[in-house]
């Protein structure tokens, strides 16, 4: 029966991750849609994963005798899922680490670190409370007007607390590598977290400047994972065209946080109710 159960969750996993299709339109649509099937799958299997280790090797559902290989299963999935996230929050601060090493400037009324590479970059750098690094590179091509579209970009992703929020997505995708569609779910809600971040900006900042600096950065390469960072220039041509698109036509409305937009999330619980019938 606990083999029933893992089947059962990796179908409706597998099922609603080939549904998604990337495609064009209302910013919160998009953004709910693309984390229900990012988010769902992967915690469907948690769960069921959690009730067959609360359930154990012992005892009967129903008529049915239960066993160890499904207990050992989940207990190694869910082990391997742990040893995943401790290694990305090693690496996550690795990260923290090397841009508090770099030189604390203040530019404009405001701190931040200088970080010494010509690369065109400046990014969030952190957890909950990040940190704004800029390098030396783009200090010495941005005009004061384009970099303050910078900050106001970057201040768009402290914000909504992106650097903290995509680390746990990150985790998720580490872990549900082998699910399909979860590069492009990915893809996707990068590219949404910029255009929040460029809404946010082109709220305080000119639009047209902001596309300007972001034509500019854009070209480089990333100089750190986009798990750990939350930069200006998301690399990537489809990116590029979309934001350029976004902020060169009407302003985009980015709605408050929606609690009921969660309400989905609570069918991934189904699983645990089959505890109750554990004897």
Request: glycine content about 6%.
């Amino acid at each position: 029966m606990h083999l029933l159960m893992i089947l059962t969750a990796l179908t409706v996993a597998y099922f609603l991750r080939i549904t998604f299709t990337s495609s064009l339109g209302n910013w919160n649509l998009r953004w709910q849609r693309s984390l229900f099937l990012f988010l769902f799958p992967p915690l469907l299997l948690g769960m069921t994963a959690i009730a067959l280790l609360c359930m154990g090797t012992q005892g009967k559902m129903g008529n049915f005798h239960t066993g160890g290989f499904s207990y050992i299963l989940a207990l190694s999935c869910l082990a391997f899922s742990g040893i995943l996230c401790i290694k990305l929050a090693y690496q996550g601060w690795g990260s923290v680490k090397s841009a508090r090493n770099c030189s604390v400037i203040n530019i404009a009324g405001r701190e931040v670190r200088l970080l010494s590479t010509n690369a065109l970059f400046a990014g969030q750098i952190g957890f909950w409370q990040p940190e704004l690094v800029i390098s030396e590179g783009l200090l010495q091509t941005l005009s004061p007007e384009h970099l303050e579209t910078v900050f106001a970009h970057e201040q768009g992703h402290y914000h909504y607390r992106d650097t903290f929020w995509f680390f746990w997505l990150g985790w998720v995708r580490s872990c549900t590598v082998w699910l399909p569609n979860t590069k492009a779910l990915w893809e996707e809600l990068l590219i949404l977290r910029e255009l929040r971040a460029d809404a946010y900006a082109a709220s305080q900042v000119d639009r047209l400047l902001l596309a300007e600096s972001l034509l500019l950065v854009v070209s480089t390469a990333p100089v750190l994972s986009e798990t750990f960072c939350a930069a200006l220039g998301s690399p990537g041509i489809e990116r590029l065209e979309q934001r350029i698109e976004s902020l060169l036509s009407q302003p985009v409305v980015i709605p408050e946080m929606n609690f009921q937009s969660w309400n989905g999330f609570m069918l991934a619980l189904l699983p645990l109710i089959a505890v109750v019938f554990h004897t």
